[in-house]
Structure formats: structure tokens, C-alpha cells
């Protein structure tokens, strides 16, 4: 994580919310200790795309050989 001071941060605050929008963790000191963290959004995830990805895994069991929670959660499916 590169760090900038907050004397730098303020004048570079625009390039650095676009650094931290391409997935650069900056950290933002004062007086020479870490004060803050600029990292990059979450994405937006909607309920109707959770429920597509539920129904998708669903389907994708029935497909498949019967898997126990622990099996699915070991594959990262759940």
C-alpha cells in the first residue's frame, strides 16, 4: 500500500480516487501515522442478482451428484 501524507492527498485527491477506482489501496498519514485508507467500491449487488446466483448453484446441484453443505462450501459454491 503506498502512502501520502495529507498536505499531498489534498492536492492530489482527485488522481488518487481514480487510483483507488483501479484498485489501489492508498493510505493517508498525518503527522507521519496512518490516519485513513482510500480503497476502491464495493460493487453494487442487486437482490435480483443474488437470487440468480442462488437459483444457478441450485440448478448446478441437481446436475450433479448429490453434495453435502460441507462438499459445497470446500468447492466455494456456498
Same mark, same amino acid.
Given at each position: ?5 495529507l ?7 482527485? %488522481?488518487?480516487?481514480? !487510483?483507488?477506482? %483501479?484498485?489501489e489501496?492508498?493510505?493517508i498519514?498525518? !503527522? ?9 467500491? !464495493? ?15 441450485r ?14 462450501? %470446500?468447492e466455494?459454491r456456498?
Amino acid at each position: 500500500m503506498r502512502t501520502v501524507g495529507l498536505f499531498e492527498a489534498k492536492q492530489k485527491l482527485s %488522481e488518487l480516487v481514480e !487510483r483507488a477506482s %483501479e484498485g489501489e489501496r492508498i493510505g493517508i498519514t498525518r !503527522r507521519g501515522k496512518l490516519a485513513a485508507v482510500i480503497i476502491p467500491a !464495493r460493487k453494487e449487488v442487486s437482490v435480483k442478482d443474488i437470487f440468480a446466483d442462488i437459483e444457478e448453484i441450485r440448478k448446478s446441484v441437481k446436475r450433479s451428484k448429490r453434495l453435502s453443505i460441507k462438499e459445497l462450501i %470446500e468447492e466455494g459454491r456456498v
